[in-house]
C-alpha cells in the first residue's frame, strides 16, 4: 500500500496542521469528496453539513457524472493552490442517489451517519452545473486528512532546531512578553507551518527565536522591578499614613538643653501656627506633638501672642508649660493711656538696650515706621507716635531691634483707627482732623477712671469746645494736659504753676484741644469719643481722689463736688 496523503509537492503534509488535525474536528474527520482507503471508498456524512445537490446548484448547470469533486474544508473553502490532490477513484459513485457508506478497512462494520436535523439538505445527492470546474486529478487538488490509523509518525526536527528557542503546545506566551510587534511574524509562520515550509529551522538559524527569548527575560524583569517598586512606595505610603492617623508623634524628651532660643508667637495665631514656630525655632521635634500636648492640657488654649524665652529640644509638654509660665514670656506691654515714654523704657529694658536708645530712634526714624499720613500734622507735638503705640502685648526679646518693635504697635493703631472712619466721624463731631479725635480719646482715657465713665468724658470735652461756652470759655483745664507736659502724674497742682506755664499743652492757659494725644487710648476710650452721651455735662470731679468720679451740669453743683473732694483729701 502506498504511503498516503503525501502530494507532488516538495514538503510532506504535517500532523500538527491546526486546520486538519484531530483536535480541529473533535475526533472525526469529515471527508466531503471521496476518498481511496485500499479500494475501498468511505463517505461519512460531515458534522458540518456536506454539499448537497439544492447547494452546489446555486452555482448553476449540472456537473458531468464520474468526475472527482473538489475537496471542501467544511466550511466552503476548496484546496489550496500550489498543494496538489490524490486523486480518487474514478467509477465508485456515479454521482447519482445518495453517498454510500464505506466503513473503514480496519474497523469492520460502520453505521451510516444520520443527517443533521438542522440541515434540510442532508443525505441528498449533489449535483453540479457543467459549468463548475473540476480541481480533482489536476495539479491544484489538496490531499484529504489521513485516518488516524494510517498517520504517519512526528517528522524529525530539523538539525539545526533549538527547542528552547520556541515554545511548546502548551507554553503560548502573550504578546506582553514576547513583544507586540512579532503578531504579523507570528501570523506568517503559522501561514508557512500550514504549506510545510522550513521556517522553524530558519528562524533558529537566523537568530531570531533567541533574540525573542531575550526580549522574554528583560520583560519579565521591568514587570518584577516596576511591581516590586509599586509594593515598595504602597508600603511606605501605608507606613506614612498608619503613623499620621495611629502612630505616635515623633517628640524630644525632657527639658531641653542648656542653649535657648526667643520664640515670637503672633496675634490670633492657632495651634498648628504655634508649632510651626516652635518647630522651626528647634524647640519641638514635631508640629504634631506640640498640637497634641496642647489639646490634653487644661491650660493649653490660652496662650497669648508674645515672645517666649525658651531652650532647645524640649518635649511638647515641658515646652507648652514653660510658655504658660510668665517668667518665660519675652513682651513689652503697652497699658491703655499709657504714655510712649513708659513704652520706650520697657523696650529697652526687655531688648537689653541702653536706657534711651529707643525713644532716640523713635524720635528720629518715627517716619519709617508706618505712621498714617494725617499723623503729626502740628509741629509742636512733642512725641510724634504719642497716641500710635496701641495698647497690647508685644514680642521684645534680647537680639531684637526697638525699629521692629515699634514698628508692630504702630501698625496696630493703623489696623484699629481704620476699623473707624475718623475724618467723617472728626467733622460731624466739629473737629478738624482724625489726630483731634484720637487726641480726644486720649484725655477721655486719662481723665476717665472707667469705661463707664468715658462717654460722659468724652461729652464734657465736646461742651466745653464748643464757641458757646461760657462755664469755662472754651478752656478744657485738665490736669492730665499739664502732667503730661511735665512728665508726671499728680493729682494735686499748684494753681500758680499751672497759670503761669504758657505751653501747647497747659489747657489752663489755652483754648481747646492740645497739638496731639497725651497717651495711647484703648477701644474703650475711642468708642466713646465717637459716641458721647448728651446729658449737658461739663463740669466732673474725682471725688475720692481715685476711682470715682462724678460729673456736674453748673458750676453751682461743680462747687458741691469740689467740696467733697476737698473732705475726702484732707485739704
Known amino acids: 500500500m502506498t504511503e498516503y496523503g503525501r502530494g507532488p509537492g516538495p514538503e510532506p503534509w504535517h500532523p500538527e496542521d491546526p486546520l486538519y488535525g484531530d483536535g480541529g474536528w473533535g475526533g472525526q474527520q469529515a471527508h466531503p469528496g471521496p476518498q481511496s482507503y485500499g479500494g475501498q471508498q468511505q463517505h461519512p456524512q460531515s458534522q458540518y453539513g456536506d454539499w448537497s445537490q439544492e447547494q452546489h446548484a446555486g452555482y448553476g448547470g449540472e456537473h458531468p457524472q464520474g468526475q472527482a469533486y473538489p475537496q471542501y474544508d467544511g466550511q466552503g473553502h476548496g484546496g489550496y493552490p500550489g498543494h496538489p ?3 480518487y477513484q474514478q467509477g465508485a459513485w456515479d454521482g447519482t442517489g445518495p453517498q454510500p457508506q464505506v466503513p473503514h478497512p480496519a474497523a469492520g ?5 444520520p443527517a443533521d436535523p438542522a440541515d434540510p439538505y442532508g443525505q441528498q445527492t449533489v449535483a453540479y452545473d457543467g459549468g463548475q470546474p473540476d480541481f480533482y486529478a489536476t495539479p491544484e487538488a489538496y490531499p484529504p486528512p489521513e485516518p488516524p490509523g494510517r498517520r504517519r509518525t512526528e517528522p524529525e526536527p530539523h538539525p539545526d532546531w533549538d527547542p528552547e528557542s520556541e515554545a511548546g503546545p502548551g507554553d503560548e506566551q ?3 512578553f514576547t513583544g507586540g510587534d512579532q503578531d504579523e511574524d507570528d501570523e506568517h509562520e503559522l501561514a508557512d507551518d500550514r504549506f510545510g515550509s522550513d521556517r522553524r529551522g530558519g528562524k533558529a538559524k537566523g537568530g531570531k527565536a533567541k533574540g ?7 520583560a519579565c524583569l521591568v514587570v518584577v522591578l516596576v511591581l516590586g517598586g509599586g509594593l515598595g512606595g504602597a508600603g511606605y505610603y501605608g507606613y506614612q499614613f498608619y503613623q499620621n492617623r495611629f502612630g505616635v508623634a515623633p517628640d524630644y524628651a525632657g527639658n531641653g538643653t542648656s542653649e535657648t532660643v526667643t520664640v515670637e508667637i503672633p496675634k490670633g495665631a492657632g495651634g498648628y501656627d504655634i508649632a510651626r514656630k516652635l518647630k522651626e525655632a528647634g524647640v519641638v521635634k514635631s508640629m504634631d506633638a506640640f498640637v497634641a500636648a496642647q489639646s490634653q492640657n487644661p491650660r493649653g488654649k490660652t496662650l497669648q501672642a508674645g515672645a517666649y524665652l525658651l531652650h532647645k529640644q524640649m518635649s511638647a509638654a515641658s515646652a507648652l508649660a514653660l510658655m ?3 517668667k518665660s514670656q519675652s513682651n513689652v506691654l503697652v497699658k491703655p493711656g499709657e504714655r510712649n515714654a513708659q513704652v520706650y523704657e520697657a523696650v529697652d529694658k526687655q531688648l537689653d538696650l541702653a536706657s534711651g ?12 515706621l508706618g505712621l498714617p499720613n494725617w499723623a503729626n500734622n502740628n509741629s509742636k507735638i512733642l512725641d510724634p507716635l504719642e497716641g500710635f503705640l496701641f495698647p497690647g502685648t508685644y514680642p521684645a526679646a534680647k537680639g531684637m531691634k526697638p525699629d521692629a518693635v515699634l514698628k508692630q504697635m504702630v501698625a496696630q493703631a493703623d489696623e484699629s483707627y481704620g476699623r473707624y472712619n475718623l475724618a467723617a466721624k472728626a467733622k460731624a463731631l466739629n473737629l478738624q482732623d482724625p489726630l483731634q479725635l484720637v487726641t480726644v480719646a486720649s484725655l477721655v482715657q486719662a481723665e476717665g477712671k472707667t469705661p463707664d465713665d468715658f462717654r460722659k468724658m468724652a461729652e464734657v470735652v465736646y461742651n466745653r469746645l464748643k464757641p458757646t461756652n461760657t462755664e469755662t470759655n472754651q ?3 485738665f490736669d492730665s494736659t499739664f502732667n503730661y507736659l511735665k512728665g508726671q502724674s499728680n493729682i494735686h497742682i499748684n494753681e500758680k504753676e499751672i497759670n503761669s506755664n504758657r505751653s501747647p499743652y497747659n489747657t489752663y492757659t489755652n483754648k481747646g484741644l492740645p497739638p496731639g494725644p497725651i497717651g495711647n487710648p484703648g477701644d474703650d476710650a475711642l468708642k466713646a469719643a465717637l459716641n458721647p452721651t448728651a446729658d449737658g455735662w461739663i463740669y466732673f470731679v474725682a471725688t475720692d481722689g481715685m476711682n470715682k468720679t462724678e460729673f456736674a451740669r453748673t458750676y453751682a453743683e461743680f462747687q458741691k463736688l469740689k467740696d467733697k473732694f476737698n473732705a475726702s483729701s484732707g485739704n
Do not use: E, S, V
Not at 212 to 218: I, M, P, T, V
Open 174 to 176: 502573550h504578546p506582553f
Open 475 to 477: 478752656l478744657l483745664q
Open 357 to 368: 536708645t529707643t525713644k532716640k530712634i523713635a524720635t528720629t526714624q518715627y517716619k519709617a
Open 324 to 326: 504658660l509660665d510668665p
Open 109 to 113: 462494520p460502520q453505521m451510516a451517519y
Open 212 to 218: 525573542k527569548k531575550r526580549r522574554n527575560g528583560c
Open 85 to 87: 490532490q490524490q486523486p
